[in-house]
């Protein structure tokens, strides 16, 4: 069973950094494109960053120039490295793929992680 697992979250005071990592664990073939999501309390989930398997990558407009998104694949690890972090950062962060591939056939199936919880204030 496939799992994705993210860690990395904390509280911290604007203008500070956070690295988040997402491990996915159990027999995977391949990932294809990775994606972190996240929902500030009372809002909905919204799209923070994606990474495609050749590195090209996609970012919201509000975190551009302060994240970064990676991913190891031997590592089976997507990250999220976050700068000049702003009280508006705050919510739970999810990585996410549709891309997961168990086998070199069949389809391709969607995983989200639990989530890890990001504060920003002072």
């Known amino acids: 069973q496939v799992q994705l697992v993210e860690s990395g979250g904390g509280s911290v005071q604007p203008g500070g950094s956070l690295k988040l990592s997402c491990k996915a664990s159990g027999y995977i073939f391949r990932i294809d494109t990775m994606e972190w999501y996240r929902q500030p309390p009372g809002k909905q989930r919204e799209l923070v960053a994606s990474?495609?398997?050749?590195?090209?990558?996609n970012y919201a407009d509000s975190v551009k120039g302060r994240f970064t998104i990676s991913r190891d694949d031997a590592k089976k690890t997507l990250y999220l490295q976050m700068h000049d972090l702003k009280p508006e950062d705050a919510a739970v962060y999810y990585c996410y793929s549709d891309g997961v591939w168990t086998t070199a056939w069949g389809a391709a199936e969607a995983y989200w992680g639990l989530g890890t919880q990001v504060t920003v204030s002072s």
């Open positions: 990474i495609t398997r050749d590195g090209s990558t």
